[in-house]
Nanobody
Framework: QVQLVESGGGLVQPGGSLRLSCAAS????????MGWYRQAPGKQRELVVV???????NYADSVKGRFTLSRDNANNTVVLKMNNLKPEDTAVYYC????????????????WGQGTQVTVSS
């Protein structure tokens, strides 16, 4: 069984910074892409950023220039550094792993983390 374990998050003032980490654990052969989504109260879950195993990233326009995602393929981890946070960044942030192969001959699966709260408020 594969699990995504998230850490980080919390309360920060506008303009502040936070760091979110996500580690995929279990028997894993490879992961196509990892990233973060977020869901604010009363809104749909939306993409924040995703990174492929080759290092290609896709950022939401709302976070470009402020958020940076890095990935460690050997350890199946991603780290999201969030700078210049705004109140509209307040949401539950979910780690996502797309195309997880536990064995090369098995069909890939997708996984979600349990979510971590980020609150930006003065």
């Amino acid at each position: 069984q594969v699990q995504l374990v998230e850490s980080g998050g919390g309360l920060v003032q506008p303009g502040g910074s936070l760091r979110l980490s996500c580690a995929a654990s279990g028997s894993i052969f490879s992961i196509n892409a990892m990233g973060w989504y977020r869901q604010a109260p009363g809104k749909q879950r939306e993409l924040v950023v995703v990174i492929t195993s080759g290092g290609r990233t896709n950022y939401a326009d709302s976070v470009k220039g402020r958020f940076t995602l890095s990935r460690d393929n050997a350890n199946n981890t991603v780290v999201l550094k969030m700078n210049n946070l705004k109140p509209e960044d307040t949401a539950v942030y979910y780690c996502y792993a797309d195309g997880v192969y536990q064995r090369v001959w098995l069909a890939p699966q997708n996984y979600w983390g349990q979510g971590t709260q980020v609150t930006v408020s003065s």
